[in-house]
């Protein structure tokens, strides 16, 4: 029932229209006229007002038309990364690019047109269906933003789809935690060529520091990163402060701790090292670590009832979809904090965050497919009531 061609012609037409983070207002206001159209209830949310943007989420609600059904969710983000604006989709066979000079957007318009065009099967075949909530967010790329203002407690749905991530037949389920971190190094600034001795180079104790940190994958649960490294006034000038600026993900909380702690450690031996005895004094280069929240880890069991019922859709379409961690954050992680239990269903984007990004449309049909199927064995009333039990 998934029409290819207007799927296609959806996805060409939204990546087309520009929506880096804070600026999907052009593209939030075309989906709301395409939900409304559909019989949706549409609004927009303040998420825009309280980060920024010229626009909230989108947030669509469809009536359903099966009693004692479960609402489901399905989400998708509307922004894009950089370089991302003007983007020329070239279609190379099945293949979909851009022209080189952008992202695709596929990352997530994909996702974007999968529910609109599942809705539109919906409504033209007129489909049994629960109630259906979809919520477009804004600003996921920024620190899913969108995602962590929407007031959840005015969603029917208590679980859905996230449809971000890339190869089809895949459902991620497990998510890491992440935190940024920032360090602040402090050492003591002298003149390099006159008296070097009265001074200790906030360079080098950082360097020692990183040199003993365990980044990149520490173990099978976590992986860490330094992004940034800033400091230094003059070639000669002992530099009195640098900082670092990175982030570390587990799938497991104590092992997340466990690493932020060893870095700042390692940090802090490294000053120890350093130590200058000056004027009588002792001068010890102090280190300030800054530890923030960007995201929970998320963690489904295979018993849940998103789960199950992507499995059912997928033995429905005899196509195996088979579940998976992955190592990235995405909106699915603040909706599973919030108590609403979703899933990351790939889309067929690849190679996403690149200039080189690319969908094969085959794979979007796919992923169309499955998520129709989703949605109208959600309503099949055996099915939801063994959900609800
Ligand atoms: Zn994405």
């Known amino acids: ?69 479960l609402p489901i969710l399905l989400s998708a983000h509307m922004d894009t990364v950089k370089p991302g604006e003007g983007v020329v989709p070239v279609l ?34 007129q489909v049994p269906h629960s109630d259906i909530d979809v919520v477009f967010t804004i600003c996921e790329e920024v620190g899913l933003l969108g995602a962590k203002c929407l007031d959840v407690s005015k969603l029917k749905a208590r679980f859905g789809l996230v449809l971000d991530s890339d190869s089809v037949g895949f459902l991620f389920t497990k998510a890491p935690a992440a935190n940024h971190v920032e360090f602040e190094i402090q050492g003591l600034e002298a003149h390099a060529g006159v008296c070097p001795e009265r001074g200790v180079s906030a360079i ?10 365990k980044l990149g994958r520490v173990d099978d649960d976590t992986t860490a990163n330094l992004g940034f490294i800033e400091g230094g006034t003059a070639i000669n000038v002992i530099p009195n402060s640098v900082s670092l600026r990175g982030e570390a993900r587990s799938h497991s909380e ?39 929240r960007q995201y929970d880890r998320m963690d489904l069991s295979n018993e849940s009832p998103i789960v199950k019922l992507v499995h059912s859709a997928g033995q429905k379409l005899g196509m195996q979809v088979e579940t998976l961690a992955t190592g990235g954050g995405c909106d699915a992680n603040v909706f599973n904090k919030k108590g609403v239990e979703v899933a990351n269903l790939s889309t067929g984007m690849r190679d996403i965050h690149t200039v080189k990004e690319w969908l094969d449309l085959n794979d979007l049909y796919t992923s169309a497919r499955i998520v129709f199927e989703i949605v109208r064995l959600n309503a099949v009333a055996d099915l939801a009531t063994s959900l609800k039990g």
């Open 1 to 69: 029932m998934i029409q290819e061609q207007r799927l296609k012609d959806l996805l060409l037409e939204l990546v087309q229209i520009d929506s880096l983070s804070l600026r999907e207002g052009k593209i939030a206001r075309r989906l709301k006229q395409e939900m409304e159209s559909l019989g949706g209830l549409a609004r927009i949310d303040d998420a825009g007002e309280r980060v920024g943007g010229d626009t909230g989420n989108l947030i669509v609600h469809f009536p359903g038309n099966v009693p004692r059904t």
């Open 92 to 125: 190379d066979g099945n293949v979909l690019r851009s022209d080189g000079r952008t992202v695709l957007g596929g990352d997530d318009k994909s996702g974007v047109a999968i529910i609109c065009e599942v809705l539109r099967v919906l409504k033209e075949n």
């Open 204 to 213: 080098q104790v950082a360097a020692a520091g990183i040199a003993n940190m």
């Open 254 to 292: 104590e092992k997340l701790e466990q690493q932020i702690q060893d870095m700042t450690r390692c940090l802090e031996e490294a000053a120890s090292s350093y130590a200058l005895k000056i004027d009588g004094n002792v001068f010890l280069p102090k280190i300030e670590a800054k530890v923030e």
